[in-house]
């Protein structure tokens, strides 16, 4: 479930804090007042596309921060699965902050990237815009909402499909490389010759490259330490200039003033004793020095050989085992180029095996498609009639493509009709905007008893209808708000009624400045926005009335 929703320096928002409940939570708010902002600021959140200029103006950044809590075991599972380490509680904290283009997502603390966050997106909630029921007239939408109703064998199959799509399609890429004239099969031939023989020349043995490396930092380390000392001898006992001199420059002329005073010998004493610790460290340095020796003909085979190794590298892969895996590969396609026909043969046999078991899958899985369309359509059928389709029909029109594609090679189409004596036809050719709508809260209503989504968000899912349509659309809303929670923004008096939670979106002017705020309505100001809705600019005492009524009403289908 959504806990609440944090948005900061987003559009019209300067600071927004909404804390939604469990069953219906309903937005409502006069036109342009930024209640799609929230939705919108959800979809950011969950990795969506960041609009240009989204930022408020003259703040440095943006943020939206979401907290859910889990507690169905099959959704926290699915997240240790996708590495999310979820709180004891259940807490999972989703954030993204915006500055300058450029977006940081957390969750839990924990920086993702915007794949990652769909995945676990796709888990918390499912987000129906205002202009996703369009999706229904597009035919690859249909095939997608069917299979979401597939079961596990069903899941299992389709994954078995899209396997066998992957193996039947890189034989055939490896046929599309493999076809060529003679002229140009002997190229290759030379080609890889000579990569085989690059390799094999260089005797590679693996982890060879970890111990030169080792040996090369000791060298560029001993190198390093050489040179220090030898600036330390330098320094020491340099003849021009170095301590060794100044400290017998120091003595000597400490020795022709002793005679004046006797306290000075004891200066004298000191510089001699330095002296004389210096002339032994000299000595030291020299014999320390001179003991390491670098065998220059080592050091020279150490840097060239990795030299040799990184070329390799760069040319097949990060490691040693990289490159001699490239050259098996090489020593494959050579044999195959060197007996064509005989590989050529065998490459076809290949795919027309692979060919057959994708077709076996492929049918598999139509049957159990078609089986599912068929319990889908009845159970559609049943939905749009609580939803004021009278006399309506719906079926699951199946054809098969020609070509394969990872989802198999059948091609559905939802037909309808909404109208006594008529035939069903394609779904775009009869629904309107208010049908669609009315078609696409069905299946949001079907695919909810079936998913453990534990939230369903409603961005004005209204459009198009009203009268005894909306109140039917809103009982079946608070229907599906008993198992899950539901977030959803409308312009309908019938569907605010039944809200559990109910929330004010307001657009504010203060000091030249546009905010959008939130405020949660208690049951007298939820009644008062009812009543704004029902009546307009005049809010008269019939209205508020009625907007009482409503209210009621709507309590006791609760």
């Known amino acids: 479930m959504l806990l609440n929703v944090h948005v900061k320096n987003l559009a019209l928002i300067e600071d927004v804090d909404v804390y939604f409940g469990e069953g219906l939570n309903i937005l409502t708010g006069e036109t342009g007042a930024g209640k799609s902002i929230i939705i919108g600021s959800i979809n950011i959140a969950l990795g969506g596309k960041i609009p240009k200029d989204i930022i408020r103006k003259n703040a440095e950044y943006a943020l939206v921060e979401l907290v859910f809590s889990i ?3 099959s959704i926290l599972k699915a997240l240790k699965n996708l590495s999310v380490e979820v709180e004891e509680d259940g807490t999972v904290i989703i954030s993204r902050k915006i500055t300058n283009g450029r977006s940081v997502i957390k969750i839990n603390g924990e920086t993702a990237t915007a794949a990652r966050l769909r995945d676990v997106a796709a888990l918390l909630l499912d987000v129906h815009g205002q202009h996703d029921h369009e999706s229904l007239l597009h035919k690859n939408k249909h095939l997608e909402i069917l299979d979401s109703f597939l079961d596990k064998q069903g899941q299992t199959i389709k994954e078995e499909v899209s396997a066998c799509y992957r193996e039947y399609k890189e034989l055939v890429s490896k046929l599309d490389d493999f076809t060529m004239d003679d002229e140009t099969r002997s190229r290759e031939i030379s080609f890889l010759e000579f990569e085989i023989d690059e390799i094999e020349d260089a ?63 004891s200066f004298y004493n000191s510089i001699m004793d330095m002296d004389s ?82 077709k076996g899958k492929c049918n598999e899985l139509s049957i159990l498609r078609k089986k599912t369309a068929e319990d889908l359509s009845e159970n559609i059928i049943k939905v749009l009639e609580t939803l004021n389709f009278q ?137 008062n926005e009812l009543a704004r809705i029902l009546g307009g600019a005049a809010i008269t005492d019939a209205v508020m009335e009625n907007a009482r009524e409503m209210k009621k009403m709507a309590l006791q289908t609760k």
């Open 71 to 73: 507690e169905d075991e």
């Open 203 to 265: 005797s590679l043995q693996v982890g060879e490259d970890d111990e030169l490396e080792e040996e090369q930092r000791n060298i560029s380390g001993s190198a390093k330490l050489l040179g220090s000392l030898g600036e330390v001898y330098n320094l020491l006992s340099n003849e021009d200039v170095s301590v060794s001199n100044l400290l017998s420059q120091s003595a000597s002329i400490l020795s022709k003033i002793s005679d004046y005073n006797k306290d000075t010998q």
């Open 277 to 358: 610790i210096c002339q032994d460290l000299n000595h030291e340095l020299s014999t320390y020095i001179n003991s390491m020796t670098f065998d220059e003909e080592r050091v020279n085979y150490v840097y060239e050989r990795l030299n040799q190794i990184n070329k390799l590298k760069m040319k097949h892969g990060r490691t040693i085992t990289d490159i001699l895996s490239a050259r098996d590969k090489f020593a494959d396609k050579l044999s195959n180029y060197k007996h064509y026909e005989e590989a050529l043969a065998s490459l076809n046999e290949k795919i027309l095996i692979a060919t057959n078991k994708l």
């Open 391 to 527: 006399s309506v029909k719906f079926q699951v029109d199946f054809k098969e493509n020609d070509t394969f594609t990872s989802r198999g090679n059948d091609v559905v189409e939802f037909m309808i009709s909404t109208n006594v004596g008529e035939d069903v036809k394609p779904l775009s050719l009869v629904a309107s905007g208010g049908e669609l709508s009315r078609i696409m809260l069905g299946i949001k209503t079907i695919l909810s008893e079936v998913d453990n989504i534990e939230t369903l968000i409603f961005d004005e899912i209204d459009t198009g209808i009203s009268g005894r349509t909306a109140q039917m659309v809103a009982e079946k809303l608070n229907i599906i708000s008993k198992n899950h929670q539901i977030i959803c923004i409308t312009h309908l008096p019938q569907i605010a009624a039944m809200a559990d939670n109910h929330y004010l979106i307001e657009k504010n002017f203060k000091d030249e400045i546009t905010k959008t705020q939130i405020t949660k309505l208690d049951n007298e100001a939820a009644i």
